[in-house]
């Protein structure tokens, strides 16, 4: 399984590397720096960027269970509606969600309902555990 965002080629080294202009200062300079090993794959650190939050984690789980709204699943989850919903479009980027309103047509009031696709979900899942496990 390839786990590959269009919108974000470079997502992962950005992510992990700080890139700060010239003459910033590091807070923390005397924190050890998180490194990511050379050998982890892309993918990998694509499959750790997206599941390793946990909002995405347990909209990923209740949407498994059952189809919501972002509405409905901020309520459930006692997070902020805007936080579901930025989350919510991190994880249509890479396939693992889907909506039943295109992108372009949720506008206004439009209520939209999203839900997870499993067999995408299972497939990282597995692909995380295959590599974390050595197998």
Known sequence: MVLYCAKRDDYTRSRISQYRPAGVVRQNADMPRLTTPAEMPQEVLAI???IGNHVRTEIL????TAPA???DLA???GVAHSSVHRNLLRLEEYG???ADVEPGRRVG???VRWAA???KVEGLGRRWIEYATGS
């Open 69 to 71: 709204t972002a509405v």
């Open 117 to 119: 696709v499993p067999e």
């Open 75 to 77: 309520s459930e989850m």
């Open 96 to 98: 693992l969600v889907v």
């Open 61 to 64: 789980r209740r949407l498994c």
């Open 48 to 50: 750790i960027d997206v």
């Open 109 to 111: 009031n439009k209520v």
